[in-house]
Each structure stands twice: as structure tokens, then as C-alpha cells.
């Protein structure tokens, strides 16, 4: 072959040429071509698996919101990503000191690009029906969904208003929501970032008319979040609310539209019993937000306030949170907090509930359900604010010999068994030497 049309195809000069002729003689292998080159500075698989394993030694903390729409996961609030290079650092040199450190930026880089992780837990704020009708055009059905979406939104508005102007002292508008899990400890000694958590649930409930605020607290080692739980947790809030004002004949409750905690057949019952154990009481309404459409800004409200004022602060266990909390004065108002029993204060609802006839009420589209005194046996729903309502009997009604109607049955107590694993036990007994006075005497009953 010609070495001049050789080098001209190939672009290599004479002295590339003899350099590659050279290397060949003397048995070695041509020098790659530079695109081909390893950089010097690349990490090795040790160092990024070093990365990798940190990363995934942290514990996920549970998120209550948007569970079944994203498989994305959540680290502790505390954390961010430098407080976890600077832990990765610190950890690294003790343990493998062999093996290279990796810079900040290839921390971030494997943190941001191959795990889906955030260190807060959102609350859902986009409404599904709203983003949907967003995208392209809509078709005639599409068009006549989106306008009876936002009728709906309309005349929940307008009914949460006009509830807002309410002055009757006979009549009292309570708003509740469940906040978002406090994951315990909350400290930032760095070796509690790598342990599993206690879960720890916060049921908060305002009156609109004092502003005043309510919180009932419990573990997961008691309870957890099923209808049987939201439903003891609120009467017992709604407990404290009714003794609080004696001449309130009439309650209007406000909640989101979450069929698992407040839309369903344990919270009914619940409430009927509450209404017929309160003498008092003449009538329960339980109004629901638009799905994706949040009109209780007075307990969003607040749980922002509960979050700018916790920050920062060092909360060993449940005793410490119940301290914290009314410690806070929303509004200038003490908060009522409570610990729950897990003896006294969960109730089985559900064992007095009959499915098929609870079924006849629709609660996956009610957005208002009446209780009266005087027929607790059936409820009273509305499927829109502006469409007349139905009753539906959801109770057999018994008539004694002195003709008087059979009152509910009283439900029992719940008797569930929530066991923390041996893991997170395990983790939480390590924590304990951080732990003095209240808080090391309720973690080591806890664990015991």
C-alpha cells in the first residue's frame, strides 16, 4: 500500500506513523487514540459502591400523602445532601481508608441520577382531573367532565364560605387532617440517621370560631392509620371539642375526601355513637373537600405553623413532641395535645358495621353526610351540594317493650397488636444512651 495515501486516509502524520511502527517492534501495544483514553482521575468501582452502600444505608421515613401515585422515597427531614457527603466522608475514612474518597460533586451526582430520593414529604397539592384536562385537547366528554369538576369545586367553596360566616353559638365548624409522620428521634447526631425510626402520627383538628387547635397523638406500635384508628383518634379529639363549648347543639365537620381515614363506614359509626352518647348534640354534617382540591386551609395552616416551630429543635420521643406542641400557640391560643392509650382511647367500629347496608350510602362520591339524634339509625348524603339529599338506613332499628328504639351498640376496644420489628427495635435500643429523663423512661417501656 502506498504510505502516503495510507496516511492521508487515516489523517496521521509521519512521525505518528514511525511512533506506532516503534511500539510495535519492540512488542508493545499502539497507544490508544485519546477519545479512547480512561481519564486519569476515574473513580473506581470500590469508591463508587462506597457511594452506592452509603446512600442506601439511610432509612426511608414513610410518606402519608400520594402513596399510591409515586414510587419515589423520602429520608429524613433533617437531612440533605451535604450533611450526607460530609457523613459519607467522616465514615469513610475510618472504615475504608484504602479505598479513595469521592469528590462532592460524584456524591451528588450518584445521588441525583440513579436513586429517587427527597428529604421531605410532600403534600399533594395538584389536583389529577386538573392536570389531565390540561394536556391537549378534550374531546366532548372530556369537555363535560372537566365543567361538572369545576361545579363541584364551585359549590364546595361556596358551602365552605358560607359555613365561614356562621355566628349561631349553637353551631360549631370543625376542620381536621392528619399531618404529616414524625419520624423518632428527631436529632441531628449523625449516627441516628442510619436508624429506623419510631412512627409517630399527629390527627390535628381547629375550630374555626376560636381558632383554637387540637392534636392527638399515637405510635405505630399502638395504632396505625385505618378507618378503626382515624375514627378513635377524632371522637376522642371531638371529645375535648364538645366539653369545651356546652351549648353547641349542632356540629359541621370539615375534611379531605380520603376514603381509607375519613370517607367510610368506621368513621359513620363513629360518629352516630358520638351523637348518641352527647345529649346535648342535635346534629353532626360532615362535609368533604373536592379530591385534589384542599378547602381546610385552617389545618393546612397550621400544620405549617407546627413545622417552622419544630425545626431544628431535638425531639427524642413522643414525650418531647407532646412538649413541643403545646409549647407552640397557634393564633396566640394554647394547643390541646394528647397522647393516645392504646387501652382506652381505639375502638373496633368496624365489628358494628353491617358492609351491605353502609354499602347503600356511596361514600366514594358523598360530599355530605348528616347525622340526627333523633334517627340515628340513618344517614342523611349528598352527592352534590346542590342535588337533594337521600336517606339511607344503616342500622336496624329495634323497638323495646317500653317502646323505645334500641340504642347502638357501644363498640369495643380495639385489641390489635402493631409489633415493632426487631430491626427497628434493635435501632431505637441504640438511640437510648442519647435519651435522659421522660423520654429514656418512655422508650425503654416502649422496647421492653
Excluded at 496516511?7 to 519492540?26: A, D, N, P
Excluded at 474518597?101 to 441520577?113: L, R
Aim: aromatic share 8%; glycine share 2%.
Amino acid at each position: 500500500m502506498c504510505r502516503d495515501f495510507f496516511l492521508s486516509t487515516y489523517s496521521l502524520s509521519h512521525s505518528k506513523l514511525e511512533t506506532i511502527r516503534r511500539r510495535i517492534v519492540k512488542n508493545c501495544n499502539p497507544q490508544k487514540p485519546l477519545q479512547e483514553k480512561e481519564p486519569h482521575n476515574k473513580y473506581s468501582e470500590e469508591t463508587l459502591k462506597s457511594v452506592r452502600q452509603h446512600i442506601e444505608s439511610y432509612p426511608k421515613v414513610e410518606s402519608h400523602y400520594c402513596r399510591a401515585d409515586t414510587k419515589r422515597e423520602y429520608l429524613d427531614a433533617n437531612l440533605s445532601i451535604s450533611k450526607m457527603y460530609d457523613a459519607y466522608r467522616s465514615k469513610h475514612v475510618v472504615e475504608s481508608p484504602d479505598i479513595p474518597v469521592a469528590a462532592a460533586h460524584k456524591y451528588y451526582e450518584i445521588f441525583c441520577n440513579e436513586y429517587n430520593l427527597g428529604f421531605h414529604v410532600p403534600k399533594k397539592d395538584l389536583c389529577d382531573k386538573c392536570e389531565l384536562y390540561k394536556i391537549g385537547e378534550l374531546g366532548a366528554e372530556m369537555q363535560a367532565e372537566k365543567k361538572k369538576h369545576e361545579d363541584c369545586m364551585g359549590h364546595v367553596t361556596s358551602q365552605r364560605h358560607q359555613d365561614m360566616k356562621i355566628a349561631e353559638p349553637s353551631t360549631l365548624v370543625v376542620s381536621f387532617d392528619m399531618e404529616n409522620i414524625f419520624a423518632l428521634p428527631r436529632t441531628d447526631i449523625s449516627v441516628a440517621f442510619y436508624k429506623r425510626k419510631l412512627n409517630t402520627i399527629n390527627l390535628t383538628a381547629r375550630v374555626f370560631r376560636t381558632k383554637k387547635a387540637y392534636c392527638a397523638l399515637w405510635t405505630e406500635s399502638i395504632a396505625g392509620r385505618t378507618g378503626n384508628d382515624l375514627a378513635s383518634a377524632f371522637t376522642a379529639l371531638l371529645t375535648q371539642i364538645v366539653s369545651e363549648h356546652p351549648d353547641v347543639t349542632d356540629l359541621i365537620l370539615w375534611s379531605d375526601s380520603c376514603v381509607a381515614q375519613n370517607r367510610n363506614r368506621m368513621m359513620a359509626y363513629a360518629l352516630q355513637y358520638f351523637l348518641q352518647e352527647n345529649k346535648t348534640l342535635k346534629t353532626i354534617t360532615h362535609r368533604y373537600c373536592e379530591p385534589g382540591h384542599s378547602n381546610i386551609q385552617d389545618v393546612d395552616n397550621l400544620h405549617s405553623v407546627i413545622e417552622r416551630n419544630l425545626k431544628g429543635l431535638s425531639i427524642m420521643s413522643p414525650v418531647s413532641l407532646v412538649r413541643q406542641l403545646k409549647a407552640i400557640q397557634p393564633s396566640n391560643i394554647p394547643m390541646y395535645v394528647k397522647l393516645l392509650d392504646a387501652k382506652k382511647d381505639f375502638y373496633d367500629y368496624e365489628a358494628n358495621t353491617s358492609s351491605s347496608l353502609y354499602s347503600k350510602v356511596g361514600f366514594l362520591s358523598a360530599k355530605e353526610i348528616l347525622y340526627t339524634a333523633a334517627n340515628i339509625h340513618c344517614l342523611t348524603v349528598k352527592h352534590c351540594f346542590i342535588e337533594p339529599p337521600r336517606t339511607v338506613q344503616v342500622q336496624k332499628k329495634v323497638t323495646l317493650r317500653n317502646n323505645k328504639t334500641k340504642p347502638l351498640p357501644k363498640p369495643k376496644h380495639l385489641n390489635q397488636k402493631c409489633h415493632l420489628s426487631n430491626e427497628k427495635k434493635k435501632d431505637l435500643t441504640s438511640l437510648l444512651k442519647f435519651m435522659e429523663g421522660d423520654d429514656l423512661l418512655y422508650m425503654q417501656g416502649l422496647l421492653s
